[in-house]
C-alpha cells in the first residue's frame, strides 16, 4: 500500500493566511499620485510615510497556465481627503483571465472599469463574493472602519498591468464620502482609453 503524498495546506482566516509563499506591501509613499487631494496625502505622508495601508499575502505554486493564485488582501480603513483608502488596481496582462474576490470581514467595494470606461461596482461585505470579468480593471476600496479583508482567486498565468489606470489619469470614478455613506463621483482627470 502506497502512502498519498501530502499536498501544500492553506489555513485562511480573517487575520492572515498560513502556507504563503509570498507578501507584499504597500505603504502610504507607494500610493503617490494615487489621491485627487495632494495636499491632504502630502499633509499625511508629512507624518505617515511608512504606514501600510493594505498587504497581500499569497500561495503562488507556479505561474503555469491550469495553476491557480490565491491569497488574502487586508485593506486598512482610512481616508486621504475625501477619498476612502484603495488599492492601486489594476487589469490582468492576459486581459481575458477572471478573478474572483470573497469579503471575509469589513465593508467595501470591488470597483471595476471596462476598458471603454463604463463603471461596475459590488459592495462588500462578509459573505460576499466579487466576480471580475474579463478585461476589467478593478481595485478595492475600504469603506468602513476596520480592515477590509478578502481572499482572492485567479489564474496563474493572469499577471497584471498596473499602469493602465496611471495611463488615463486614474479610473473613470472615484469613491468618496458622502455624509454616513459613499458615491461615485467622476474624476476630473481620466483621460478615455
Known amino acids: 500500500m ?5 499536498g501544500p495546506a492553506l489555513v485562511v482566516t480573517p ?3 498560513t502556507g504563503r509563499t509570498g507578501r507584499y506591501e504597500k505603504k ?28 497581500v499575502d ?25 477619498e476612502f483608502h484603495m488599492t492601486r488596481g489594476h487589469i490582468h496582462a492576459q486581459q481575458d483571465r477572471t478573478e474572483i474576490y470573497h ?19 459590488t459592495e462588500m461585505r462578509p459573505g460576499v463574493v466579487a466576480y471580475v470579468p ?13 480592515d477590509l479583508v478578502t481572499l482572492f ?18 479610473m473613470r470614478h472615484r469613491v468618496v464620502a458622502d455624509g454616513d455613506g459613499w458615491r461615485l463621483e467622476e474624476n476630473g482627470s481620466y483621460v478615455p482609453r
Open 28 to 55: 502610504l509613499v507607494d500610493l503617490t499620485g494615487l489621491f485627487t487631494d495632494t495636499e491632504a496625502f502630502d499633509a499625511r505622508l508629512a507624518t505617515e510615510s511608512d504606514r501600510v495601508i493594505y498587504h
Open 58 to 82: 499569497e500561495f503562488r505554486p507556479s505561474g503555469d497556465a491550469g495553476d491557480l493564485i490565491t491569497g488574502i488582501s487586508t485593506l486598512s480603513p482610512g481616508r486621504v481627503g475625501t
Open 134 to 146: 474579463p478585461a476589467h480593471i478593478h481595485r478595492s476600496v475600504n469603506l468602513g472602519d476596520t
Open 15 to 17: 487575520e492572515g493566511m
Open 103 to 121: 469579503c471575509l470581514s469589513g465593508h467595501g467595494l470591488m470597483l471595476m472599469e471596462t476598458l471603454d470606461g463604463a463603471t461596475v461596482v
Open 2 to 6: 502506497t502512502t498519498p503524498q501530502q
Open 153 to 170: 482567486c485567479y489564474p496563474a498565468d493572469a499577471g497584471q498591468d498596473y499602469d493602465i489606470i496611471a495611463r488615463s489619469g486614474g
